[in-house]
């Protein structure tokens, strides 16, 4: 499984950005794809996943504010991040793991193929 990440920059407080993710190998359509963040001298943290089923799960963090989409025909996830903050600056990743049960989606370390990450920087 392969995973490529992209759509960062930089952006005004207030803003908006969409990430993507593109995957390859596996079966996408039923693949848990999660979206995690780093910032500058912090532990990677959850952000939103999607489950076999489809349903999406979001941290607290980012709920209203940040949207999980999947296109299956494209074989791509997204994360639209609106309303975007200095705190949002992170590198954020996308990963994805063919075993993870569904009570560690929200843990980094359940994933096994990681895509590259992609820097969003948030000025204020």
């Known amino acids: 499984v392969q995973l490529q990440a992209s759509g960062g920059g930089l952006v005004q407080a207030g803003g908006s950005l969409r990430l993507s993710c593109a995957a390859s190998?596996?079966?996408?359509?039923?693949?848990?794809i999660g979206w995690f963040r780093q910032a500058p001298g912090k532990e990677r943290e959850f952000v939103a996943a999607v489950w076999r089923n489809g349903n999406i799960y979001y941290a607290d963090s980012v709920k209203g504010r940040f949207t999980f989409s999947k296109d299956n025909a494209k074989n791509t996830v997204y994360l639209q991040m609106n309303s975007l903050r200095p705190e949002d600056t992170a590198v954020y990743y996308c990963?994805?793991?063919?075993?993870?049960?569904?009570?560690?989606?929200?843990?980094?370390?359940?994933?096994?193929?990681w895509g590259q990450g992609t820097l969003v920087t948030v000025s204020s």
């Open positions: 990963a994805t793991d063919p075993s993870i049960i569904l009570s560690s989606i929200g843990v980094s370390r359940s994933y096994k193929y």
């Open positions: 190998g596996g079966t996408f359509t039923r693949q848990v």
